[in-house]
């Protein structure tokens, strides 16, 4: 089961930091990635970070501004989101997956969402 948190308001330039947190098998077993999906958009690709292969990766639209990280202990995974901007008004799904992939199909195991609306 995964559970996000820390959603919500910001205005542009503004920062926030999703969680995510993981019960079941310790997350560091999956790739742990991160959706959005903007009202009458498909659902895109954010960020990863697997454990097993050592690597995180980014959408190029996020690049530079959010990261992705872990906390084992806790098995909760962070999106910290910098700079934000007007477009990355979105709902915020964290997934897992056994493959490293950026694809939402290869992802079997879904959260519920979090609302995030960056707005003046």
């Known amino acids: 089961q995964l559970v996000e948190s820390g959603g919500g308001r910001v205005q542009p330039g503004g920062s926030l930091r999703l969680a995510c947190a993981a019960s079941?098998?310790?997350?560091?077993?999956?790739?742990m990635g991160w959706f959005r999906q903007a009202p009458g958009k498909e659902r895109e690709f954010v960020a990863y970070m697997s454990s097993s292969a050592g690597r995180t990766y980014y959408a190029d639209s996020v690049k530079g501004r959010f990261t992705i990280s872990g906390d084992n202990a806790e098995n909760t995974v962070y999106l910290q989101m910098n700079s934000l901007k007007p477009e990355d008004t979105a709902e915020y799904y964290c997934a897992a997956s056994g493959a490293v992939s950026a694809y939402s199909y290869e992802y079997d195991y879904w959260g519920q969402g979090t609302q995030v609306t960056v707005s003046s």
């Open positions: 079941g098998r310790a997350f560091r077993v999956y790739t």
